[in-house]
């Protein structure tokens, strides 16, 4: 099994930056993406990011330019830099850990529990 643990989120002024982290422990061997996920109150969960176990990165296109996703793989955790926040990022944001599908898509492991994120004046 693979455990995640969210942290980073608070509240931050527009304009502002935050930098999430997800610690990833257990079966770590078994992931193969990892993403970042936003669920704002009343709207459904949303893709952030995603980043490979190679690398590769894919972002929603309302946080381009402004969100930036990495990974340690020595430390077996993923960051998510937030920059010139806006308060429609507002949101619960969960990390997820995926396993490639042998047809080449990928299915979800697990979820973390989330940290949230407020951007206020």
């Known amino acids: 099994q693979v455990q995640l643990v969210e942290s980073g989120g608070g509240l931050v002024q527009p304009g502002g930056s935050l930098r999430l982290s997800c610690a990833a422990s257990?079966?770590?061997?078994?992931?193969?993406?990892m993403g970042w996920y936003r669920q704002a109150p009343g709207k459904q969960r949303e893709l952030v990011a995603t980043?490979?176990?190679?690398?590769?990165?894919n972002y929603a296109d309302s946080v381009k330019g402004r969100f930036s996703i990495s990974r340690d793989n020595a430390k077996n955790t993923v960051y998510l830099q937030m920059n010139s926040l806006k308060p429609e990022d507002t949101a619960d944001y969960y990390c997820?850990?995926?396993?490639?599908?042998?047809?080449?898509?990928?299915?979800?492991?697990?979820w973390g529990r989330g940290t949230q994120v407020t951007v206020s004046s």
């Open positions: 997820n850990a995926e396993k490639r599908h042998y047809s080449g898509t990928y299915y979800i492991i697990t």
């Open positions: 257990g079966s770590i061997f078994s992931i193969d993406r």
């Open positions: 980043v490979t176990s190679g690398g590769s990165t």
